[in-house]
T-cell receptor, first 115, second 113 residues
């Protein structure tokens, strides 16, 4: 279908390694969000991209986390020197714009396990 | 500090009965509210929303009620069906600026046949 896709669906890594998570938003959606959901927690906002504007990085928990969005489409979330507390489901969402009432469409998530 | 609270982590309901999921918020700047539904191994999907200019919005079996003075909203599902069993997230945003919804921790609804 034409929904939001994420890869990989599951990632197991060793503490200290770097990981890259990918998000393909719905074509034509200018807004893209990354969230994470730790066990028993809600969706924690990480970073937001809107068109060509500078991203809102206010939710990134540390400087080990970074994200890029190339060509206004695909986004990659990178976690360097992973820690066990980084284990979570990482969710990507896109919306048509950011007009306050635009519905977010979520991908299935990437389950990250840091051993 | 949680700005959107779903104080019931789980709810169990009999098929055919009403399910009521509650959500409280603290930020008075929030003026748009959404409910998302999430099945295991899937991303959340949008269910229903309400603007602060309304106190009720209905879509089929789903109705959301907003009490601004109490900073409280609730989702009613009538009648409940086994397929409604999922985790329900409440989210809120302030449409005056950048739209980045704040989510609650979710309520796991189980509808028994």
């Amino acid at each position: 279908g034409a929904g939001v896709s994420q890869s990989p669906s599951n990632k197991v890594t060793e503490k200290g390694k770097d990981v890259e998570l990918r998000c393909d938003p719905i074509s034509g959606h200018t807004a893209l969000y990354w969230y994470r959901q730790s066990l028993g927690q809600g969706l924690e906002f990480l970073i937001y991209f809107q068109g060509n504007s500078a991203p809102d990085k206010s939710g990134l928990p540390s400087d080990r986390f970074s994200a890029e969005r190339t060509g206004g489409s695909v986004s990659t979330l990178t976690i360097q020197r992973t820690q066990q507390e980084d284990s979570a489901v990482y969710l990507c969402a896109s919306s048509l714009a950011n007009r306050g009432t635009d519905t977010q469409y979520f991908g299935p998530g990437t389950r990250l396990t840091v051993l | 500090d949680q700005q959107v609270k779903q104080n019931s982590p789980s709810l169990s309901v009999q098929e055919g009965r009403i399910s009521i999921l509650n959500c409280d918020y603290t930020n008075s700047m929030f003026d748009y509210f959404l409910w998302y539904k999430k099945y295991p191994a899937e991303g959340p999907t949008f269910l229903i929303s309400i603007s602060s200019i309304k106190d009720k919005n209905e879509d089929g079996r789903f109705t959301v009620f907003l009490n601004k003075s109490a900073k409280h909203l609730s989702l009613h599902i009538v009648p409940s069906q086994p397929g409604d069993s999922a985790v329900y997230f409440c989210a809120a945003s302030g449409t005056g600026g950048s739209y980045i919804p704040t989510f609650g921790r979710g309520t796991s609804l189980i509808v028994h046949p």
